[in-house]
């Protein structure tokens, strides 16, 4: 799950939230709120994926340091590699307080469903690495077959990823 930090607008000791399934409910207070969370998503294959954030117009969500949506109910499709991305939710709450819940259709899904617990990690968690990208043969110009996340420029492969020959860059 993700830890969300909600700091009263013109300071204040900030609240703490968990949000175990990528939703939390902003409670009432007596002034505007920023939100914050941020953490990392796991995708586990690469593709399409169909993103929703119900959110306060004022919230946006950022993969890998880029905004993807704001609030209100938006969607985007983003295509992501196999691995982690930093997630980072923020914006400001209104007083009244607010839903917040992001909805996640993964590759070839049927339909968005809440994003489950076991794709959103907090700290000490952390996307790190290069992004590969695979195809087959041995050129540079088709269209990937694989993106993913590799820890380490030194990679073994025991067993590849694709039927060899392939390429990596």
């Known amino acids: 799950g993700l ?6 607008l013109g300071g204040g000791a ?6 175990e399934a990528g939703a939390f409910e902003v409670p009432p207070a007596d002034r505007e709120r920023v939100v914050q ?22 919230v946006r969500l950022a993969l890998d340091g880029r905004t993807v949506v704001a609030g209100g109910s938006q969607a985007a499709t983003v295509t992501l590699a196999e691995g982690l991305h ?4 923020v914006g400001e709450a209104p007083s009244q307080g607010g839903h917040v819940a992001l909805f996640v259709q993964p590759p070839g ?31 540079y110009d088709a269209a ?10 030194y990679i073994y492969y025991h067993v590849p990823p694709l039927p060899v020959p392939f390429t990596v860059e």
């Open 86 to 89: 930093a997630l980072e939710l």
């Open 3 to 8: 830890a969300v930090r909600l700091t009263p």
């Open 14 to 19: 900030p609240a703490m939230l968990n949000a």
């Open 144 to 153: 990937p077959d694989l993106r993913r996340l590799e820890p380490s420029p």
């Open 109 to 139: 899904g049927s339909g968005l469903a809440p994003a489950s617990p076991d794709t959103l990690y907090r700290d000490p968690v952390r996307p790190l690495g290069l992004t590969a990208t695979y195809r087959r043969g041995e050129g």
């Open 37 to 58: 969370a941020s953490g990392a998503l796991f995708a586990p294959e690469f593709g399409a994926y169909r993103l929703l954030l119900q959110a306060p117009p004022g």
